[in-house]
């Protein structure tokens, strides 16, 4: 088995690994690692969870190591779509970093963009950034890419998605033709016009794609009928242990569902485009130690947020298409965890979501609930009434 002493990290970083208890590369940091180490542009295709952050981070980190950078001009760069990602990267790279004396910092917007400009007067070796901060902070000439040596893309498929592939084309043009990574869980039309454009020669590293059909994921899809049974049927599972991801189509639709779930005594919180910084870090700190459960979300969650031992997904609206579905559904069953995936079907939406689900690949065992189905109790790990006899 690899270890990452194999891959050509420098000391430093290997002890810091291993101070983690991480040892041992997933298999997009063995393919990747030393490509990037070699200089080589990079193209790697897989979902989020698959190990990219390391697959880039930490060889980014070692090339950057042993010259110093001027403040407002980082040699590294790794853009991302949310400030979640943004968040999570600057996080999982931060000790790395220093282990080299390095320094990482995320500027994403919806933070006062003077402590941006505060924080870049100091030097900063790699910049994580969501593109339209950056592109706010050049204007103000706060931040300048003419040192760039190395450049990350990071879930580039849903950049593409959100609109941001002009501001992030605008940004690239700035950097010096240097190395150049993208990772991107596909390869639609935008995205493969991105790499043709900025990527020479890369070297294709591909892991398991978004999808479904993993041994440790069940679906299933509940037939409620009504909204109003709908609505016991939320709070039942709600109520189970574990982490639970609900997915909303609408931002109002969060707010709603998380406060029917606190007005029955369940710990929720919500994730949205419209809740402030801080809001956003105290949902997901709150989901991620365990202290608030059930997490409801528009499908700004179902993309670049990595939280371990999520048990089960709720679509409480089905998704609007076959790959927010596979996106959503990518929350569970990760790292070998076993997780389920439940889809609730009022009877107007049913022809509807058996169409997603064939367009999915998903084959879900559909179950038509009641508060004593079993198998709504096998989701919420509830007792199932025994009949009595002569019932």
Not at 156 to 185: E, H, I, K, N, W
Request: charged share 25%; glycine share 10%.
């Amino acid at each position: 088995m690899t270890s990452f002493v194999d891959l050509g990290l420098p000391d430093s970083l290997q002890r810091c690994l291993r101070s983690e208890g991480i040892t041992h590369p997933f298999p997009i940091q063995e393919a990747a690692i030393p490509d990037i180490l070699a200089g080589r542009d990079l193209l790697g295709r897989g979902p989020t969870g698959s190990g990219k952050t390391f697959a880039f981070g930490l060889p980014m980190l070692a090339l950057l190591s042993g010259a110093p950078s001027r403040p407002g001009h980082p040699r590294g760069l790794v853009l991302v779509p949310t400030r979640e990602l943004a968040a999570q990267i600057r996080e999982r790279l931060a000790e790395p970093a220093a282990a080299l004396g390095l320094r990482v910092l995320d500027v994403v917007g919806g933070i006062n963009i003077k402590r941006h400009k505060t924080a870049l007067a100091a030097p900063v070796d790699l910049l994580v950034a969501t593109p339209g901060r950056a592109q706010d902070l050049i204007n103000q000439k706060a931040l300048f890419l003419d040192a760039v040596r190395i450049t990350a893309l990071d879930e580039a498929d849903q950049m593409a998605d959100m609109g941001f592939l002009p501001q992030v084309r605008r940004l690239l043009d700035l950097t010096p033709a240097g190395q150049r990574l993208l990772f991107s869980a596909t390869l639609d039309g935008q995205v493969s016009t991105l790499v043709s454009r900025y990527l020479l020669e890369p070297v294709e590293h591909s892991t398991a794609p978004a999808r479904a059909a993993v041994d440790t994921m069940a679906h299933y899809t509940f037939l409620v009928g009504t909204r109003e049974a709908r609505n016991e049927v939320v709070l039942r599972i709600g109520a189970r242990r574990g982490r639970t991801i609900m997915f909303m189509r609408t931002k109002h639709g969060v707010d709603r569902q998380v406060k029917k779930l606190q007005r029955a005594g369940i710990a929720a919180a919500g994730l949205h485009g419209n809740k402030g910084q801080s809001a956003r870090t105290r949902a997901l700190e709150g989901f991620a130690d365990g202290s608030v459960p059930v997490l409801v979300a528009t499908d700004i969650a179902a993309r670049g947020i990595d939280i371990g031992d999520v048990s089960l997904v709720v679509h409480v609206d089905p998704p609007a298409e076959h790959k927010a579905y596979l996106h959503r559904a990518g929350r569970t069953a990760r790292a070998g965890h076993s997780g389920s995936v439940v889809t609730l079907v009022m009877e107007q939406q049913e022809k509807e979501v058996a169409q997603l689900l064939r367009k999915a690949g998903v084959d879900a065992q559909e179950c038509k609930i009641t508060p004593d189905s079993p198998a709504l109790a096998k989701i919420t790990g509830a007792r199932v009434p025994k009949k009595k006899a002569g019932a």
